[in-house]
């Protein structure tokens, strides 16, 4: 039996976010440079997309360089930067004609203007698109997003637009920057990591979270039909008991 036989297709996640690990270690196990692995990544990307849409996934958030990330060698950096412009005006027309949207998460101004350009002109050109919603996040920190929004809420306090008794949880969520993206079923993390690594804090309350030791550039259809196998297997029961939810579901 074939595995997206066995997905319930009434139960595949409206949103799945990724923590594309293991590139650089992919590549070096193979004698080669670590932008080989960012490279070859690439291609799990485009499969990523190609399946979700299949499976009607609506959103997908991509953690493809962090704030932390600076830190790394600069020719990574400057490699990975490149790479991501290529890949942007690559893959913008085929975006754009199957319907996905581009979004970014991040402080994008922080980035090389060549990104930052191509970046707003993909999102410019894909902001009318409706099938599905890919999400970069680009020099992105959950803990810099969550003092933003606190920053935000503050001057609304001091405006007296609302009161603290007033800020709710609905209220701070729309002042991050995922305010109209709803928050992930599923978060993927490959390599074998187990950890969160400053990626979407406040939004992954609920998610259910699945790491794997497939480095991203092996992780294709096959192993991402099979995470959400694993993930339709699992119970959500959001604080409640067992019990709790068969009544609900009843």
Same mark, same amino acid.
């Given at each position: 039996?074939?595995?997206?036989?066995?997905?319930?297709?009434?139960?595949?996640?409206?949103?799945?976010?990724?923590?594309?690990?293991?590139?650089?270690?992919?590549?070096?196990?193979?004698?080669?440079?670590?932008?080989?692995?960012?490279?070859?990544?690439?291609? +799990?990307?485009?499969?990523?997309?190609?399946?979700?849409?299949? @499976?009607? %996934?609506?959103?997908?958030?991509? $953690?493809?360089?962090?704030?932390?990330?600076?830190?790394?060698?600069?020719?990574?950096?400057?490699?990975?930067?490149?790479?991501?412009?290529?890949?942007?005006?690559?893959?913008?027309?085929?975006?754009?004609?199957?319907? %996905?949207?581009?979004?970014?998460?991040?402080?994008?101004?922080?980035?090389?203007? *060549?990104? $930052?350009?191509?970046?707003?002109?993909?999102?410019?050109?894909?902001?009318?698109?409706?099938?599905?919603?890919? %999400?970069?996040?680009?020099? $992105?920190?959950?803990?810099?997003?969550? @003092?933003?929004? +606190?920053?935000?809420?503050?001057?609304?306090?001091?405006? +007296?637009?609302?009161?603290?008794?007033?800020?709710?949880?609905?209220?701070?969520?729309? @002042?991050?920057?995922?305010?109209?993206?709803?928050?992930?079923? @599923?978060?993927?993390?490959?390599?074998?990591?187990?950890?969160?690594?400053?990626?979407?804090?406040?939004?992954?309350? $609920?998610?259910?979270?699945?790491?794997?030791?497939?480095?991203?550039?092996?992780?294709?259809?096959?192993?991402?039909?099979?995470?959400?196998?694993?993930?339709?297997?699992?119970?959500?029961?959001?604080?409640?008991?067992?019990?709790?939810?068969? *009544?609900?579901?009843?």
């Amino acid at each position: 039996m074939s595995l997206i036989s066995q997905l319930d297709k009434e139960n595949i996640p409206r949103h799945i976010a990724f923590i594309m690990d293991g590139n650089g270690r992919w590549a070096k196990s193979r004698g080669q440079h670590r932008l080989f692995g960012h490279s070859s990544g690439v291609e +799990s990307v485009k499969e990523i997309i190609k399946t979700s849409r299949e @499976l009607g %996934v609506e959103y997908l958030t991509m $953690y493809a360089f962090s704030t932390e990330n600076w830190s790394r060698p600069t020719d990574e950096i400057e490699g990975l930067m490149n790479l991501l412009v290529e890949a942007i005006s690559n893959e913008v027309d085929e975006m754009d004609a199957k319907n %996905v949207r581009l979004l970014t998460i991040g402080n994008i101004k922080g980035l090389p203007g *060549n990104c $930052y350009d191509s970046l707003c002109q993909a999102m410019e050109r894909t902001k009318n698109n409706t099938a599905l919603t890919l %999400v970069l996040a680009l020099n $992105y920190s959950a803990r810099q997003e969550i @003092l933003n929004a +606190s920053m935000q809420a503050h001057q609304l306090m001091l405006q +007296s637009k609302i009161s603290p008794e007033e800020l709710t949880e609905e209220i701070f969520a729309s @002042l991050l920057q995922t305010k109209e993206i709803p928050d992930p079923e @599923l978060l993927i993390r490959t390599s074998g990591e187990c950890r969160i690594s400053n990626f979407l804090l406040w939004q992954l309350s $609920y998610t259910e979270l699945l790491f794997t030791e497939t480095h991203w550039p092996d992780f294709r259809r096959e192993a991402f039909i099979d995470a959400i196998c694993k993930y339709q297997k699992r119970e959500r029961r959001f604080g409640m008991v067992s019990e709790q939810i068969k *009544n609900t579901n009843e």
